[in-house]
């Protein structure tokens, strides 16, 4: 089985900054694009962000010039540095990983549990 495991979230001011990480650890083949969601309560879950295992990243408009992904190959993790936060990005955020575990299987999605993210004064 593949388990996501996010850190990083919590309360940050407005303006602020966080850094989630999610590490990604079991029986696997490969990873392919690795991403972020996020929920509000209230709302649909969204894309953040979603980087390949080339590195290249896209973004949803709403966090272009302020979020940036990145991710470590060798050590199966992926991270979302988050400036200038503001009360619109509350949310829970999930890390996400389309893993080869198997040839036979084929790529699947993973998700981590989530982790609150909380931009308040």
């Known amino acids: 089985q593949v388990q996501l495991v996010e850190s990083g979230g919590g309360l940050v001011q407005p303006g602020g900054s966080l850094r989630l990480s999610c590490a990604a650890s079991?029986?696997?083949?490969?990873?392919?694009?690795m991403g972020w969601y996020r929920q509000a309560p209230g709302k649909q879950r969204e894309l953040v962000a979603r980087?390949?295992?080339?590195?290249?990243?896209a973004y949803t408009d709403s966090v272009l010039g302020r979020f940036t992904i990145s991710r470590d190959n060798a050590k199966n993790t992926v991270t979302l540095q988050m400036n200038s936060l503001k009360p619109e990005d509350t949310a829970v955020y999930y890390c996400?990983?389309?893993?080869?575990?198997?040839?036979?299987?084929?790529?699947?999605?993973?998700w981590g549990q989530g982790i609150q993210v909380t931009v308040s004064s």
């Open positions: 996400t990983a389309l893993v080869l575990r198997t040839f036979a299987e084929g790529p699947h999605d993973y």
């Open positions: 079991g029986s696997m083949i490969t990873i392919y694009d």
């Open positions: 980087i390949t295992s080339g590195s290249s990243a």
